[in-house]
């Protein structure tokens, strides 16, 4: 057998191309002899790595593990390994992390650090490297990305807050320079403001960060210093749902007894906090794999095409939501 047909079968992305026959006898030989194809040297002979980088903003948030697991599932059945990178939310960190994975060959990126105005795009057409945006998208529409509908879902929370009985709102809205806080935002602003509800400013809290203590110092401020009490709290992500749901508890407030909260993002605890978190799922695992195939399809096909995936997502009312009666 020539050599270069054994090359072709140890060769994933060209196995295709030998019949199954063969390729069943090289890989049992293969497997017999124990041998493991050296893809440092094939990544320099054919000038790829079949490596991708992923730079996540946060990965302690816990919405990353099920978007990373996808994009591992995805990358895995197509002969590829994922390079992982933790910006913790900081452009400098990001950059730096962009320019290692350059120089270690990667030939595509996914990046989940994505802002509205984001220079770190630029960067990424500078190096000539296929990009696509995970979770987040871009004002400049220069990349492909793979999100949530982040406005459908919180219209869908708004209904359903509506539908059990609630009509005074406060709302923790997340950062308005990233696109999961801002469409967000908006989406529930325009939500309530299409049925009659216009909420005003003091009913608002702009988080920094989507983070846990956010959320206790957003119904601090809400609930302690403008003494204000809602009968519901629109949290955009789940995070701040629960610094909001314990800061609550301070304020001698039970959840869902005296004030109903909600979430965004379904994480993997959600549904076993005390009470049970109402919410809505972005299918973090689906945006992974779908973010990632749309990498390795651009990757395969040469193209340079903008492509933006929104996934329809879902509500999960749980018991952090109670229904008001109102006296007829």
């Not at 990358?75 to 913790?88: D, F, I, S």
């Not at 809602?230 to 749901?245: K, W």
């Amino acid at each position: 057998m020539h050599a270069s047909t054994v090359s072709r079968v140890m060769d994933p992305l060209k196995r295709k191309m030998i019949s199954p026959q063969v390729v069943e006898k090289v890989l049992k030989v293969a497997r017999e002899l124990d041998y493991t194809p050296n893809e440092a040297a094939a990544g320099l002979r054919r000038r790829t790595s079949r490596t991708l980088g992923f730079i996540v903003p946060d990965i302690s948030d816990p919405i990353y593990p099920r978007v990373l697991r996808g994009v591992e599932d995805a990358t895995k059945e197509r002969g590829y390994m994922v390079l992982l990178g933790n910006a913790g939310n900081s452009y400098a960190d990001a950059s730096r992390i962009l320019r290692r994975m350059s120089a270690r060959v990667v030939e595509g990126l996914l990046i989940g650090t994505t802002r509205l105005e984001d220079p770190l795009i630029q960067d990424c057409l500078d190096n000539e490297l296929p990009t696509v945006s995970v979770m987040r998208r871009s004002n400049s529409n220069s990349i492909s990305s793979v999100t949530v509908d982040n406005r459908e879902g919180m219209r869908m929370m708004v209904d359903l807050c509506l539908a059990r009985g609630h009509r005074e709102f406060c709302v923790v809205a997340g950062p308005q320079n990233i696109s999961t806080g801002h469409d967000r935002h908006e989406g529930c602003l325009d939500a309530l403001e299409a049925r009659g509800i216009s909420l005003e400013k003091s009913h608002i809290y702009i988080a920094k960060k989507f983070t846990v203590e956010e959320g206790a110092l957003a119904v601090k401020q809400l609930l302690g210093a403008q003494g204000l009490r809602p009968t519901v709290i629109i949290c955009a992500n789940d995070l701040l749902a629960i610094g909001a749901m314990n800061a609550c508890r301070s304020f001698g407030l039970d959840c869902p007894r005296d004030i109903s909260i909600t979430g965004f993002n379904d994480i993997e605890f959600a549904k076993y906090l005390s009470p049970p978190l109402t919410t809505v799922t972005t299918d973090a695992y689906a945006i992974g794999f779908k973010s990632a195939t749309l990498l390795l399809d651009l990757l395969e096909s040469g193209g340079r095409q903008v492509t933006n995936i929104r996934i329809t997502p879902q509500l999960r009312e749980r018991a952090s939501l109670r229904a008001i009666d109102h006296p007829a």
